[in-house]
């Protein structure tokens, strides 16, 4: 009898990964959209920031250029975009997102615009840990038909360039109190918002933005 439920409890067990591994594999995007559009021009509209850091949405703005340059891609320069909407009345993010494409391609000439929306930014101090953490979601949607082309999420901490193990639990107060200092005074999120927006609009990760017209060749290795 004993040796019955040790049986069932490794089959449940062997269920369980086998669910939790079929989960976690991502399904490949539906790029047919994409591809029927294809896109040379991109307007970035600048991010709606979701978080209580007043920086986050400028500091990911500004480094969304050179990964989508780098995919391909001609964009409009961020800081004439910014200034155009301001000039037309638009503010501050939320209503520049609520610009109806039609008006957005009238206005700029671009084939897409690309929607950011930013979920966390910053630093936080967890007793024996601090971190910064950038997370960020995207959406391109045609400016000439008005229909979505792709969407995806990315994120980056300074915790994978962590290693608070050693030194035991007061070597980890230690260190966490001494993260926490540098992270603020050195305002890590800037740097840490570049590697979540590289992350985000990069064409050589899996499901995420389609190569542009301008996109180098990949060289077999």
Same mark, same amino acid.
């Given at each position: 009898?004993?040796?019955?439920?040790?049986?069932?409890?490794?089959?449940?067990?062997?269920? !369980?990964?086998?669910?939790? &591994?079929?989960?976690?594999?991502?399904?490949?995007?539906?790029? !047919?959209?994409?591809?029927? =559009?294809?896109?040379?021009?991109?307007?970035?509209?600048?991010?709606?920031?979701?978080?209580?850091?007043?920086?986050?949405?400028?500091?990911?703005?500004?480094?969304?250029?050179?990964?989508?340059?780098?995919?391909?891609?001609?964009?409009?320069?961020?800081?004439?975009?910014?200034? !155009?909407?301001?000039?037309?009345?638009?503010?501050?993010?939320?209503?520049?997102?609520?610009?109806?494409?039609?008006?957005?391609?009238?206005?700029?000439?671009?084939?897409?615009?690309?929607?950011?929306?930013?979920?966390?930014? &910053? =630093?936080?101090?967890?007793?024996?840990?601090?971190?910064?953490?950038?997370?960020?979601?995207?959406?391109?949607?045609?400016?000439?038909?008005?229909?979505?082309?792709?969407?995806? =999420?990315?994120?980056?901490?300074?915790?994978?360039?962590?290693?608070?193990?050693?030194g035991g639990l007061v070597g980890m107060l230690i260190i966490a109190a001494v993260n926490q200092i540098v992270n603020t005074i050195t305002d890590r999120g800037h740097e840490i918002a570049g590697l979540t927006s590289a992350r985000l609009l990069t064409s050589q990760r899996a499901n995420g933005i389609l190569p542009g017209p301008r996109a180098r060749p990949v060289t077999p290795q």
């Amino acid at each position: 009898m004993h040796i019955v439920k040790k049986i069932s409890a490794l089959a449940l067990l062997g269920l !369980t990964l086998v669910i939790t &591994g079929c989960a976690n594999q991502q399904p490949g995007y539906d790029y !047919t959209a994409f591809r029927e =559009s294809n896109p040379a021009s991109i307007v970035v509209l600048p991010p709606v920031n979701k978080s209580p850091d007043i920086k986050a949405s400028y500091s990911l703005y500004s480094q969304v250029s050179v990964p989508l340059g780098e995919a391909g891609y001609y964009v409009l320069p961020v800081a004439l975009v910014d200034e !155009t909407f301001k000039q037309n009345g638009l503010m501050n993010p939320d209503e520049m997102h609520a610009a109806p494409p039609a008006k957005l391609r009238e206005i700029f000439g671009a084939d897409t615009a690309l929607y950011i929306e930013i979920t966390e930014y &910053g =630093s936080s101090y967890m007793v024996i840990s601090s971190e910064v953490v950038v997370t960020a979601n995207a959406k391109l949607v045609d400016l000439r038909s008005g229909q979505l082309l792709w969407e995806g =999420s990315a994120s980056a901490s300074t915790a994978e360039q962590n290693n608070n193990n050693q030194g035991g639990l007061v070597g980890m107060l230690i260190i966490a109190a001494v993260n926490q200092i540098v992270n603020t005074i050195t305002d890590r999120g800037h740097e840490i918002a570049g590697l979540t927006s590289a992350r985000l609009l990069t064409s050589q990760r899996a499901n995420g933005i389609l190569p542009g017209p301008r996109a180098r060749p990949v060289t077999p290795q």
